[in-house]
């Protein structure tokens, strides 16, 4: 995109809804809330769930999810991008898939179910981003909307020994 195309969209005051720019080069810039996000004119490609083993790429994002095991000690970072669950309870592989209308999970620290759409909506994600987002599934359970809210399975405790940590890499290269 030129200088003047990220002008017209990058407000000198926080955006309400989506502004979009399109350089005719086979991507569009995105202005969503308070982020940039660059996506092909086309859309994303829509992908099929895939298994969950030690690391597995999202088609179409430029984001990996990884798995690794560990003791408790291993556990020295946990946030939006890196979560950890008692390994006791969460078995490989995982099923890690994309958003479908009506999924719901039980976020941490919560009782009741809440629908995701609720979640990405307060999450401020781009209603054109929903459809793609990857959902880490233990079964048909959804234990991590990645990068946004972990679920109130496996929680580590003071009885944990073994954790399985679960990280997002976002980039080209899936860092």
Known sequence: LRTHDA?????????????????????????????????????????????????????????????????????????????????RFISLPLEVRPWQEGDRMVPFGRSGAVKLKRIFTD?????????YWPLVCKGDEIIWIAGLVRSNAAPVTAKTRKVTILTLLRGEDGQ
């Open 123 to 131: 999450r401020k994600v781009p209603s054109r981003m929903r459809r």
């Open 7 to 87: 002008l017209a969209i990058i407000p000198f005051r926080a955006a309400k809804g989506t502004k979009e720019v399109s350089s005719g080069r086979g991507e569009k810039l995105f202005m969503v809330y308070d982020r940039l996000v660059v996506e092909p004119s086309e859309g994303l490609p829509v992908w099929e769930p895939v298994m969950l083993r030690d690391e597995v790429r999202i088609p179409g994002l430029r984001w990996s999810i990884k798995v690794c095991s560990g003791v408790t000690r291993d556990v020295v970072y946990e946030g939006e991008d890196a979560v950890s669950f008692d390994a």
